[in-house]
């Protein structure tokens, strides 16, 4: 059993920064896909950035170039450094890790872009 404990969200300006950071624990090996989902209200559950455990990452175009993912494996720990923030970026953000054929999730942090 797997938990992911999401940190770093809140209320930011527009063009602001955040970074948002998931502690992954119960894994007896490294998790080999971990990243960032989003849900803002009404809205389907979108995926916002992955890396797998050799670096490997993917982006929707809708971030891409604005946010940054990053992991330390050590730690079973996966960041997202957040840039240049949008109104249209206000969300639950979600971490998520795949192991052993399992999806789990984290319970959500809330980014608010707003001034």
């Known amino acids: 059993q797997v938990q992911l404990v999401e940190s770093g969200g809140g209320l930011v300006q527009p063009g602001g920064s955040l970074r948002l950071s998931c502690a992954a624990s119960?894994?007896?090996?490294?998790?080999?896909?971990m990243g960032w989902y989003r849900q803002a209200p009404g809205k389907e559950r979108e995926l916002v950035a992955a890396i797998t455990t050799g670096g490997r990452t993917n982006y929707p175009d809708s971030v891409k170039g604005r946010f940054a993912i990053s992991r330390d494996n050590a730690k079973n720990t996966v960041y997202l450094q957040m840039n240049s923030l949008k109104p249209e970026d206000t969300a639950v953000y979600y971490c998520n890790a795949q192991y052993s054929g399992i999806n789990y999730w984290g319970k959500g942090t809330l980014v608010t872009v707003s001034s």
């Open positions: 119960g894994s007896r090996f490294s998790i080999n896909l």
